[in-house]
């Protein structure tokens, strides 16, 4: 169980309203919110069916959130997310987004940092992205995914391991660290392009850390038993 370093507040969730024709692949919008609740640390969630203004002040929830969905031609769904005012019904923010159902998380996660703004001050974290190692078919391989853990895509196939992903400056791609010459060596990788190794003159080199401002890459290379740090350009 993890610890939160906020305090957290009750925030209201309602499921939405949802209109014939929607055949759901995954979860619908309202456990979405739910779980990018849960997830930020930030919030307790106060569940219900319907708007019950008695449940929502007894837990002191002073906000809450639901919305209407419904298709749309080509498989599309018009998704309406509104985050209220609990008391007075206020309307507090209100966003619509029409997308596929494979985008509708994206959309859901997208509403969910602008209420947490709303709220809070702060914007969420619900729209960024993991980048990690999983263990596919017995080899350590590179993946990234949504922050909640869906749409995982995998980055590396190599039947050599894969570790210490980061992300490149401006999240265009990732630097890893690979085994495929029995030394650890850094690639990078542009999303939806090649692999090309990093700084083939040292011949060992890991543990990078990239500048989100600058791009530039720090990394260890061990040369004669001796590691030293590095900043290099990718």
């Given at each position: ?26 979860e ?44 749309q031609a ?7 997310c ?8 206020t309307?507090?923010l ?15 996660h ?16 619900a ?7 999983s ?19 995998q ?14 400056h401006?999240?265009a ?7 495929k ?8 990788k542009?999303f ?14 890991y ?10 890459l ?13 900043l290099?350009?990718?």
């Open positions: 169980v993890g610890i939160s370093v906020f305090k957290t507040t009750p925030i209201g969730i309602v499921p939405f309203e949802e209109k014939p024709g929607i055949e759901w692949i995954e619908r919008p309202h456990q979405i919110l739910t779980r990018d609740a849960n997830l930020s640390g930030r919030f307790d969630v106060v569940a219900s069916e319907k708007f019950n203004l008695a449940l929502f002040s007894r837990s002191h929830a002073d906000y809450y959130m639901t919305g209407k969905v419904e298709p080509g498989g599309m769904l018009k998704v309406e509104f985050l209220y005012v609990s008391k007075s019904k309307l507090r209100g966003e619509s987004y029409t997308v596929k159902q494979k985008d509708l998380r994206r959309a859901i997208a509403f969910f940092d602008k209420a947490t703004l709303c709220i809070t001050g702060e914007r969420g974290v729209s960024t992205r993991l980048a990690f190692v263990k596919i078919d017995g080899v350590k391989q590179v993946v990234v995914s949504d922050y909640d853990g869906f749409h995982r895509s980055v590396t196939r190599d039947s050599t391991i894969s570790m210490m992903p980061v992300w490149m401006g999240n791609g990732l630097v890893y660290v690979n085994f010459t029995r030394r650890p060596r850094l690639y990078a542009k939806g392009g090649s692999e090309r190794p990093l700084f083939a003159q040292f011949d060992q080199t543990s990078p850390a990239v500048n989100p401002r600058t791009g530039e720090l990394f260890s290379s061990t040369v004669d038993g001796k590691t030293d740090l590095y290099g350009n990718i």
